[in-house]
């Protein structure tokens, strides 16, 4: 019989059955966070949550990317991220062509914003990670500040951007609709909201056993699919969205989950130069974002 203990929703808001769907996260094996599915709404989270003081700890010592890559390169992890960073400023630059004012919520190391400071975008960078806003602060350029984005942050900073970027930041946040609500009350009128979170229908998530192991971690709060994130957003308030699939990874990083049970962390953005290849490629990645069914999902949300 699965275990259906009780969960406070973070979605819904209600408190009922959950189904288990892990015990295990791939950086935490401790027990105390298990990965559950209301029952209500489906959507799938962490539960019991980490308090707010352990969750301070965990981002200032940046715990997420060090507990996959222990010997970090600033510079190489920079390359490695060129292709999202490179597609992002593009789906910016279609929104809103420079000069705008952007604000990058869990900006990281900071990538996204030193390359729309460069494309002629004012931005700022904010992140819970001290480590990471010292390292972009250092070697980039942008203004780069740490904290949350909470009520206080909102009263200063109330409709002052013209863009708020949330890149696989929203499944991190103990209260997503709230947050987003907050997000929101920082655009100036017509100013665009653009999320991008991990899609937990991903085909792959639910047709490899040694994925799905690695996919649950001690990081993400929520994990949301397509009518999850519209449930979110209209909870929020939002009007009418429309959310799209992006499949990031590629075949080959597919095959290496196949073959050889791993991630493909030793290697670079892909590059498909062979014909033949890129036909594959492309007709992978049509294929998974058109069914919904890849490794994440976008949405824009306007003011």
């Given amino acids: 019989m699965p275990d259906t203990g009780e969960m406070s929703c973070l979605l819904c808001g209600v408190s009922a059955p959950a189904e288990v769907l892990s015990e295990a996260l791939r950086d935490d094996r401790s027990g105390r966070h298990k990965v559950r599915r209301c029952s209500v709404c489906g959507h799938i989270q962490l539960f019991p949550l980490p308090d707010e003081e352990a969750d301070k700890a965990y981002y200032d010592a940046d715990r997420q990317a060090r ?123 017509g100013g665009t909201l653009l999320i991008e979170v991990p899609n937990v229908a991903d085909a792959l998530l639910w047709e490899c056993a040694a994925y799905r192991e690695f996919y649950w971690q001690r990081a993400h709060l929520s994990y949301f699919d397509a009518a999850r994130l519209e449930l979110a957003l209209r909870r929020a308030g939002c009007g009418d969205v429309r959310v799209e699939g992006v499949q990031r990874y590629g075949v080959r990083n597919l095959l290496n989950w196949v073959d050889a049970g791993k991630p493909q962390l030793e290697a670079a953005a892909e590059t498909v130069p062979n014909p033949v290849v890129a036909e594959l490629e492309a007709s992978y990645r049509r294929h998974r974002e058109q069914a919904l069914r890849s490794d994440s999902l976008t949405v824009e949300v306007r003011s």
């Fill in 67 to 189: 507990s996959l890559i222990p010997d970090f390169d600033f510079e190489l992890w920079r390359q490695k991220c060129r292709e999202d960073t490179e597609r992002r400023l593009q789906w910016l630059g279609r929104v809103r062509p420079a000069p705008a004012r952007v604000l990058d919520i869990g900006s990281g190391y900071g990538f996204f914003v030193d390359a729309a400071v460069g494309a002629g975008y004012e931005a700022v960078g904010s992140d819970l990670s001290t480590e990471r806003v010292a390292l972009a602060n250092a070697n980039l350029r942008g203004e780069f500040v740490c904290g949350l984005v909470d009520d206080r942050f909102v009263e200063v900073q109330r409709g002052r951007f013209d863009l708020v970027t949330l890149f696989h930041v929203l499944e991190h946040v103990p209260m997503p609709v709230e947050f987003l609500g907050r997000c929101k009350a920082l655009l100036s009128p």
